[in-house]
Nanobody, 119 residues
Framework: QVQLVESGGGLVQPGDSLRLSCAAS????????MGWYRQAPGKERELVAA???????NYADSVKGRFTIARDNAKNTIYLQMDNLKPEDTAVYYC?????????????WGQGTQVTVSS
């Protein structure tokens, strides 16, 4: 099992910044991808940003140029730096890890952290 613990959400004003953190523990061997998803009320969960074990990254079009995903392999932690936040970024943000085990890929999720952008 993989445990994911998120931190860093909160209430901010438009244009502000926040940084989310997600620390992985447990059976972390085999994790090949970690990322952030978000879910706003009444909407589907969507990918925000992800990074692979080879440090490649991908972002949702809506956050390109504003959000940056980074990883610290020594700490088994990923970060999401969110700049120039907009009200439409309001959502619960979930950390995700994908782990390969015996040829199958498994998804693990954090508990979620609320990000609210409002004036």
């Amino acid at each position: 099992q993989v445990q994911l613990v998120e931190s860093g959400g909160g209430l901010v004003q438009p244009g502000d910044s926040l940084r989310l953190s997600c620390a992985a523990s447990g059976s972390i061997f085999g994790i090949y991808n970690m990322g952030w998803y978000r879910q706003a009320p009444g909407k589907e969960r969507e990918l925000v940003a992800a990074t692979t074990s080879s440090a490649s990254t991908n972002y949702a079009d809506s956050v390109k140029g504003r959000f940056t995903i980074a990883r610290d392999n020594a700490k088994n932690t990923i970060y999401l730096q969110m700049d120039n936040l907009k009200p439409e970024d309001t959502a619960v943000y979930y950390c995700n890890a994908k782990r390969m085990n015996f040829g199958r890929s498994y998804d693990y999720w954090g508990q979620g952290t609320q990000v609210t952008v409002s004036s």
